[in-house]
């Protein structure tokens, strides 16, 4: 088993996860997200006044999937978050040891 975790634009939400419907994966978990990468934020204008923005505003997209699934997950995604422009975020793929799911005990790909 595998864990994505992708960092994505908050208005890209919806088209990921109707991209990662269409191959049939079906629980994902989303958490808002502030941070930065190459980008390093920007400057604002609010009433006259100029301040930097340092974190923007992301969303963390978390996912716990069987091997095979992991290159389709990975292409769904890649597409579906891709705007062209600095910023559309960054994929991570780990190893997940044990799932187990609390409400039944399934262990495994079983709980997934």
């Not at 191959?23 to 920007?42: D, P, S, Y």
């Not at 997209?61 to 990975?74: C, G, N, S, T, Y």
């Amino acid at each position: 088993m595998k864990k994505i975790e992708a960092i994505i634009k908050p208005f890209k939400l919806d088209e990921v996860k109707e991209a990662l419907h269409e191959i049939g994966l079906q629980g994902i978990t989303v958490t808002e997200a502030k941070g930065f990468g190459r980008q390093k934020g920007h400057t604002e204008l609010y009433r006259g006044a100029e301040y930097v923005v340092d974190f923007l505003p992301k969303v963390k997209i978390e996912i716990v999937l069987p091997d095979a699934m992991v290159e389709r997950a990975i292409e769904a995604i890649t597409t579906a978050a891709r705007t062209g422009r600095i910023g559309d975020g960054k994929i991570f793929v780990s190893t997940v040891e044990q799932a187990i799911r609390i409400r039944t005990g399934e262990t495994g790909a079983d709980a997934i």
